[in-house]
């Protein structure tokens, strides 16, 4: 088996995620995998007995990763694609008689990324019209079933390998952080709530200045506008810009010395 070194990061572990497709008929789901593996750090594309490979649409399919291709391994049987393999977890569509093991696909991602910094792992695909046999579903660890509309769940294998290598990626990159993945990263810090507080009581002298509510009789709008900026959330800075607005709008009223608007 292939051992990483000791200090191996969840991200190089992908390195030890392979990919098999079993006896794929289309050349052209050769390259849509491949591109999608790519595009998710995965590097490792293993063949089985594929009907026709190599082949040109599968270049053509695969874009710009065109080098998995160069370096896919092509065998004779699933046996030989995961014979160092120390997980195994196969893609299954069917209810089988006697239950298997079975996975999320969010699940198979971590599972995989948790073991393939000790051993490699293999996620198999089957046949485009037929899936994997009885026999070669045994021959795994577990299922991963994509939980498809159940009224049109036929995935083509390119997307299928998109959404499980999407997951080993979001794993390994949850892993990497020590956490969930969250893009929170502002540029400014958010406004302060005292802050607010008195941009609302300005907001409502300026719309009792403007004669758009009645300030001894404000109803529900003042409201529904602290609930509508308490779910926005402005920065410092967008606080800053709307104060100013309101400032030149009283400026304007100020000068034309009257309401903004008729009654």
């Known amino acids: 088996m292939t051992k990483l070194p000791r200090d191996t990061t969840p991200l190089q572990a992908l390195d030890n995620v392979r990919t098999v497709l079993v006896n794929s008929a289309h050349p052209g789901n050769i390259g849509g995998a491949a591109r999608a593996l790519k595009n998710m750090g995965l590097s490792r594309l293993y063949l089985v007995a594929p009907r026709e490979f190599p082949a040109a649409n599968a270049?053509?399919?695969?874009a710009g990763a065109a080098e998995m291709l160069d370096s896919a391994v092509v065998v004779d049987t699933l046996e030989e694609a995961v014979a160092d393999c120390g997980l195994v977890v196969a893609t299954s569509a069917r209810e089988r008689r006697i239950p298997w093991p079975l996975l999320t696909p969010r699940q198979c991602g971590a599972?995989?990324?948790?073991?393939a910094a000790s051993h490699p792992v293999a996620l198999v695909f089957g046949r485009e019209d037929r899936g994997l046999t009885n026999?070669?579903?045994?021959?795994?660890?577990?299922?991963?079933?994509?939980?498809?509309?159940?009224?049109?769940?036929s995935l083509n294998l390119a997307t299928a390998v998109q959404v499980l290598a999407y997951e080993v990626r979001i794993a390994a990159l949850e892993a990497e952080r020590g956490g969930a993945?969250?893009?929170a990263d502002w540029d400014r810090p958010p406004a302060r709530a005292s802050d607010m507080a008195l941009y609302f009581e300005h907001l409502q002298q300026s719309l009792g200045e403007l004669g758009f509510i009645d300030p001894d009789n404000p109803r529900q709008t003042m409201t529904r506008l602290r609930r509508l900026f308490s779910r926005v959330r402005p920065d410092d800075m967008e606080l800053g810009i709307l104060r100013g607005m309101l400032t030149a709008i009283q400026n304007h009223i100020h000068r034309s010395g009257g309401k903004?608007?008729?009654?």
Request: glycine residues 2%; hydrophobic residues 35%; aromatic residues 12%.
């Open 111 to 115: 599972r995989a990324i948790a073991e």
């Open 135 to 153: 026999e070669e579903l045994q021959a795994c660890n577990f299922h991963v079933h994509i939980p498809a509309n159940p009224h049109y769940s």
């Open 260 to 263: 903004g608007r008729p009654d």
């Open 59 to 62: 270049v053509w399919r695969a």
């Open 181 to 183: 993945l969250c893009y």
